[in-house]
Every structure is written in C-alpha cells, then in structure tokens.
C-alpha cells in the first residue's frame, strides 16, 4: 500500500457568507462564520476543506470572495471552492482570492472546454470536476447512472461512466462524486459507482453524499475505491469529529494522516 | 538591505497570497510579494513559488529576467526557498508539455510520475500525486529542526524531480517512484510539497526558513 493517506474532508455549505445546515460545535462562539468552521476543522485534523457556494443571487458573490480570503489567511491546509463557477474568470477570482482547487460542474457539462481551458491555464492540479450521479434503470442487467446538473435537479442525459473518462482527459485533477440518490439519506455512499468511477478513471476520486457514521467512510475507500471521503452532517452535528473518524478508518487498516 | 524582509517572488503564476500568509503566520514581520529584482535584491531572504504548467512558468520566469535574479542570489548566502514548480523549473530539463528547457542551475530532470504508476505490491496509483504524504529526511539541515522523521506534508503535483548529483537530496517521498521531496545546496532549500498547505508541519519548515542562516 502506497504511503499517502486517504484524505478526509468536511464540506461546509455557505450561503451569503454564512454556514448553513446545522451546526452544532462546542466552543464555538458563530457556527455559522465559515472562517470559525473551517478554522476548527483544520485543529481537529480535515487534510482539506471544501467549501461549496450556494449564494443563488450573483450580487452576493463577492461576499464569497471575502470569505475564501479570511479562511484561505488562517487555515493552512487546501482549500476547494465549487458551486456557481461558470467561466475561467471566475477560477481565476477565486484561486486569487486563496482556494487551492476550484469545482465545476453545471459550467463543464454546458462547455466541456471549460475543463481543458482551465487545466490549460491554471493547472490540472486546480481543477475539480464535480459529477452529480443518479442511477437509472440498468440496461442487460448492468447498473448505469447519469449525470444531473443544477443540484441535482435536472437530468443532462449524460452517462455518468463516459463523463467521467471524459473530464478525465480533458484534463481535470481529480473528481468529486457525488450520489443523488444516496446524498442526505445517511445510508452510505453508492458504493458501486464509486467504485466503477474510480477504477475507470487514472485521477483521483472523492466520494460524497449518504455518509451517516464513521464504518460509511471506511467502506468507501475498502470497498468503494475512493481516494478520498467527503462529509458535511456527521461532522456539522458534533456527532463525530475529524480524529474520531481518523482513528476509526486507522483501526480498519486505513492509512490516514 | 532590509534583513527582515522575505520577498516572494510573483512570476504571475497562481495565488501566491496563501505563502505569504503563511509565512506571516509563522511570523514573518514584512513579506513582500514582488516581482521588481530592486525589491527581491533588498530582500533578506527569498521564496521562490510556483504553480501551473511548466511552458508557461518558464516563459514568465524568462520574460521577467527571474533567472537572472535566481543565479545571482544563489551565489549568495541569503537563504532562498523553493517551492513545488519553483523547484522544477531549477532542474535541466521537464518532461512536462512534451518538453521544457528549465533553468539548470541543479542538474537533473523533471520526470512524468508515469500511467500506469504501480506501487510495489503492484497496485495502480493515482496521478497527481495528491494529498499528505510522508518525507524521509536524508540528512540533518536546519530547515528540518522541530520535525519528525517521516512526518506528512502536502502534495499535488503529477512531475517529480530527480537531481543527478544524489548527495543534494535532503528527503524524500515514496509514491511507486522515489521523489525528490527536498533539495537542499548551500543557501538554497527546494521543496516539492506545499509548507504552506502542510499546517503544523509546513509552518514549522516556515518558521525554520525565517531564523535560517542559509549555511548547512
């Protein structure tokens, strides 16, 4: 087994600026300030942290901009922006504004290019391609899922298998999936995409959405494949924190940091 | 001179924001993020930073005479500190955007971490090379006072270094190949994982970076 460890990474979703989805830490005076949240990920041991924007309204973007700046000048470890990039302008404003990696999803499926420009430009090692998966009805007995957009809410008629080869070699660094159908059920990831992802795919693979305890995170790496787990509610509740989870995956023969 | 003064120098590549918080953090007093050789030359020590694509690193590197100021100051002894592509482009050559000339002032080549990467138990690896991996420091060097052998650092990079001349390897890191990690010749110390993504670990190389003399 290679020496690098299998990452764990909280999610915060943050609207207008603030924290949004229940937070429930101790000790901290504004659960809702992103720079609070993020700052006690980073104590409790997060090896990156992803921010996902859901600011609908445009004018509210600049508010994000502050916020990735005051989390990127206290918190030094990576940090990943997604949600509401439509354009290379916008990667541009935020990885100047200190996020490490930026993820794209809606922006890419409507313009593939985007990935390769971007990758071009800043880098694969910047570039997230965030792919929103929903199982369909299986074809000969074979399992298939598609890609939606929007948040999950619209179908884009893309087979989520071709797509993630495809941003792949467009050039993306690494993706992050996520399944629709497990997202918010806290059944565990969809192990089975995860795994048919990961396997076809020479990039790193996140798996995200369904996480409701610590053996969900373990299973998505043993059985899953993944490289690395994401996670918003377990760790927003205060139902775990970052080195329970390390020391649990430890303890199922996971090397973490 | 200004003494307490770290100029980081700005190639217009990428945020360079996050190293100089960094180095603020680890309680830098004045960091200057510059690309003007006056203010680089005044400067008590020196970051050089990198991120993005070799070709294009290279033509901002050239466009802005950055080599030249590069060689003056390693015929120095103020401590210069590489990082990640800052390192790379030090090295002859990269494999990177089928082949860049780099700046040779070490000796060695930029190699493509590979597809297939196997590990040794022969089991496919990932590329980039991403996230904490551990650093096996290969010798004693002020710039790892304070950090365990084999402590994690961060990584993302899918290029790695090889030096020719083995004995300027001050560690190294494990992932299907051997990787240079850090390099280290008289004044300078060149990294290929981020300090300043590293948190306790790459602030602590900060730290060290600041009260170092840059002898070995």
Redesign the interface.
Known sequence: ???????IIPCLDVDRGRVVKGINFVGIRDAGDPVEVAKRY?EQGA?EITFLDITASHEDRDTTEHTV?NI???V???LTVGGGIRKVEDIRRM??????KVSINTAAILNPELVREAA???????IVVAIDAKRVADVDGRARWEIYTRGGREPAGIDALDWARQVAALGA??ILLTSMDRDGTRDGFDLEITRVITDAV???VIASGGVGDLDHLADGVLKGGA??VLAASIFHYGEYTIAEAKAHMAQRGIVV? | MSADQVAVIDYGM??L??VA??LE?AGASDVLVTDDHKLVREAGRVVFPG???MRDCMAEIKRLRCDEILRELLRQQRPVLAICVGLQALMSSSEENNGVDCLDIIPGEVRFLG??LL?S?G????????????VRQQRDHPMWRGIEQDT?F?F???YYVQARQRSLVAGS????VSIDAALSRSNLFAVQF?P????TA??QLLRNFLSWSGAE
Request: charged share 25%; with cysteine; aromatic share 6%.
């Open positions: 087994m290679s020496g690098l460890a299998t990452r980073n090896d700046e990127a000048r206290e030094f470890i990576p990885l100047n504004a200190g996020a490490d071009q430009r800043f880098g694969s090692q910047c660094g690494e020479n990039i790193p490289d690395a940091r | 990428g945020n924001h996050s918080s960094a953090h991120v993005g694509a597809e297939p590990d138990a089991q496919r690896l990932k590329v980039p090379h991403m996230g904490w991996n551990r994690r961060y993302v990079h899918s890191t494990e992932y299907g981020h300043e993504k590293s948190h790459g602030l």
